[in-house]
């Protein structure tokens, strides 16, 4: 069965960094890669927003609101995917999710419905 597990979230300042792990386990047929949603406060579960994914052969997609300022990474030897967060802003309050991924209009960024329990990232001024 597989299971994804995600930590590092936090209280930090704007501006500040926080570093966000995921922590895989079992295998996942089908998938084109892994990455990270997040579910902002107020929006629903569906409304979760791409934030980058990184497929198999290591190709990165950031989305346009984090571009510059989010990093994404994968050590697979350890089967565990990271996400590099810098100069935050207050906007950037959320859960983040990670997510096994599947191909879609942009490429690899779409959910497989393989997700973890989420992690709270909680920006304050």
């Known amino acids: 069965q597989v299971q994804l597990v995600e930590s590092g979230g936090g209280s930090v300042q704007a501006g500040g960094s926080l570093k966000l792990s995921c922590a895989r386990s079992?295998?996942?047929?089908?998938?084109?890669?892994m990455g990270w949603f997040r579910q902002a406060p107020g929006k629903e579960l569906v409304d979760r927003e791409f934030?980058?994914?990184?497929?198999?052969?290591?190709?990165?997609i950031l989305a346009n609101s984090v571009k510059g300022r989010f990093t994404t990474s994968q050590d697979n030897a350890k089967n565990m995917l990271y996400l590099q967060m810098n100069s935050l802003k207050t906007e950037d309050t959320a859960v983040y999710y990670c997510?096994?991924?599947?191909?879609?209009?942009?490429?690899?960024?779409?959910?497989?419905?393989?997700w973890g329990q989420g992690t709270l990232v909680n920006v304050s001024s």
């Open positions: 997510a096994a991924l599947d191909y879609g209009l942009g490429g690899c960024t779409n959910g497989l419905g393989i």
């Open positions: 079992g295998f996942i047929d089908g998938s084109c890669g």
């Open positions: 934030v980058s994914s990184i497929s198999v052969d290591g190709t990165t």
